[in-house]
Each structure stands twice: as C-alpha cells, then as structure tokens.
C-alpha cells in the first residue's frame, strides 16, 4: 500500500505473498475433500498476512524522520477505508448477480444475514477483513511518536515486543482470537459469560470491542518489533557481523525454518509474527542484490490490487473449469491449486496493472 516501493526485494516478496494469498484461497475443505500434500503446501504458503502486517509497521514507523501529524492520519485513513468502502460494494454486486443467475437463493441469504459482519469485519469477501485489521492496528502509531521523543535502553522496546507476543500467545491459546468466517473474538470468554454475538443490539456492541481488542492485541507484536527495529538501526551503532551477502543467506534459511518447522518448536503466538517478519528480513537483505527493475517495481506496486482482485479471478476460473474439466474440482489437489492459483495471480495481476492506468481508479481501489 506504499506509494513507492523502498526495497526491490520487499517488492518481490510483496508478488510472492500475494500469489500466496490466491494459492492459499484456490482451494480447501469448503471446496472439496482435500489432499495431504494440498494441505502441506497451503501450511507453507500462510505468510502472507503475516508479511504485510510486519512490512506495513516497518515501513509506517523505521524512518528516520516519521510523520504523524494529522495530514498523516488523513491520507492514512483514506487509503485504508475507501477500498474497504469500495470493494465490499463491488463483491456484494458480483455475488448478488451471481447467487440470483444461479437460483441459489439460500447463498444469497447467507450472505445478507449477518450485516455488522459486512460492515465492520469484511464479511463481504474473506480478504477484506485485512483492512479494518489494518486500520485498528495503525491507531497504535499514536504511540509511535511517543517512542521517538524520549530516551530509553533498546532493552525496553524489546521486553514490551516480548511481552505483546506472550500476549497475542495466551489469546490465541485461550480460544479468543479474531476467528474468520463467524468474524467473532473472544468466543471463549463471551461463551462461558453466555454473551456469543447474535442479533442483539448489545451483542454486537460486546462483539465489536472483542474484535478491536483481539485486532490490537494481534498486531501489537508487529508494532513493537518494528519499534525495536528502528531502535537498533537509529539509536545504536549495530553493524552486521558478517557479509551482505551472507546475511541474505541467514535470512532466507531462518525464514525456510520458520516456515517449515514453525509448528515444532516455536509457541503459536510467536509462529505467525516470526514467520512475517524473517520474510521481510530476507526482502531487506535480497535488496542489496536487486536492480529496482520495473518488472519487480510493477509487481509491488500491484499486490495490494492484487490481494483485493483475485477472488474474482478464481471465481472466473471456477467456472471455466466446470465446464471444461469439471472432474479437477472433485477434490483439493496439488495440481487443481496450479491450475486455479497461477491463471489467477496472473489475471489478477493484468488486471490490476490495467486499471492503476488510471489515476481515479488507482486511488480509490488500490490506494496508490
């Protein structure tokens, strides 16, 4: 969502995750049965969430000179509620027409049945809900400032991201995350109060501060670790110890580790933050050993459009297959995810390359 691209290797990163995205969305068990090794490769392909939530804080808060004044939170609010505003409109369009060509007046009524769930929590599409997630954890940036005024040992920054990812680990490990689908947090501790969301005006209120409090409570290891982050890079004289090119060699193996090992020795609040930010450290460190083409430039300025478009995509592609190969849709496949997930990120691509052509359209739906 960054104007211009800092980093040619966060740009690539950027593309990968974003194929990631519509890897992770080209099949699981609401579609079909699912196989093993499906199932292993969408276990290596969750990081893309994780990765644009590590990439946003770093870049919102390690500059040398930060600006949050309220030009900022303008423009910042902007890039963030327009697009939610704008395609949850176009993806209740599209699966309005859809449903009702379809006769498929029970999806229809799914769909409508939970309002607050569209509004607030991206219901509209199961993408979306990144951006209100976005937006609670960019109101942590009025600390931001805070943290560059006053003077304080590198070890205070680190024992708060400490702390924040213990935290995000007991909500997740007490059953009170933000859980997609429902979109509902603190499903345990409304439960055992008999206070599960429903209808009810009161309900929803009690639903709404769980899931801003679970959001904050998400993102605040991102947003310390960045804090520490710029610490280290600002207020200490730290150098690398070793080579560029071998610290881009580290980078990739911890990021490889983490990714396929995570489940095996890494606490399940850490797992997710860990994997976000090693794959921003390796985007870093393949920096010093890119060109700033425009083919890397041009796929990190389209992720986000990329991230927002691609069900469309893949609903395109769903429908051309049942009618060509309808039996690849019998079940979750390594190959049914190829044949789902590549034609999409590249028409997703196109597309959004397409439309950013135009200035109106670029600010609006893709915030650039």
């Not at 409304?190 to 209808?199: D, H, R």
């Not at 460190?285 to 991230?307: D, E, T, V």
């Amino acid at each position: 969502m960054e104007k211009k691209a800092r980093f040619a290797g966060i740009d690539l990163c950027r593309g990968i995750a974003a194929y990631g995205v519509v890897l992770l969305h080209s099949g699981d068990k609401s579609w079909a049965t699912v196989n093993p090794l499906s199932a292993k490769l969408s276990y290596l392909f969750d990081f893309p969430v994780p990765f644009f939530l590590a990439t946003s804080f770093y870049l919102l808060i390690c500059r040398l000179n930060p600006d949050f004044s309220w030009n900022y939170w303008q423009v910042r609010l902007r890039r963030i509620f327009l697009p939610y505003i704008i395609w949850t409109g176009i993806f209740l369009l599209v699966k309005t027409i859809m449903f009702l060509a379809l006769d498929q007046d029970n999806k229809l009524e799914e769909l409508f049945k939970d309002p607050f769930s569209i509004i607030f929590y991206g219901g509209a599409a199961i993408q979306l809900y990144f951006l209100p997630l976005l937006l609670v954890g960019t109101s942590l940036m009025i600390f931001a400032s805070y943290f560059d005024k006053i003077n304080i040992h590198i070890i205070f920054p680190f024992i708060l991201a400490l702390l924040s990812l213990i935290s995000y680990h007991l909500l997740i490990e007490s059953n009170n995350a933000f859980l997609l689908g429902p979109n509902i947090a603190s499903q345990n501790l409304l439960g055992k109060l008999e206070l599960i969301p429903n209808s009810s005006q009161v309900n929803e209120l009690l639903r709404l501060i769980s899931v801003i409090t679970a959001w904050l409570v998400r993102c605040m290891p991102y947003f310390f670790i960045a804090i520490t982050w710029k610490f280290i890079l600002f207020k200490t004289n730290f150098t690398l110890p070793v080579s560029k090119f071998t610290a881009t060699i580290l980078a990739f193996l911890i990021f490889c580790i983490i990714d396929l090992f995570r489940d095996l020795f890494l606490p399940s609040g850490f797992r997710e933050v860990l994997l976000g930010y090693s794959l921003l450290a390796f985007g870093i460190a393949l920096s010093q050993h890119l060109s700033n083409n425009r083919f890397i430039r041009n796929l990190g300025l389209c992720s986000f459009g990329i991230y927002l478009f691609h069900p469309l995509a893949i609903n395109f592609m769903e429908i051309l297959i049942k009618k060509i190969q309808p039996h690849i849709l019998e079940q979750v496949t390594i190959f049914s995810q190829m044949i789902f997930s590549l034609p999409s990120f590249f028409i997703s691509w196109l597309a959004v390359h397409l439309l950013m052509k135009n200035r109106t359209i670029a600010k609006y739906l893709f915030s650039a």
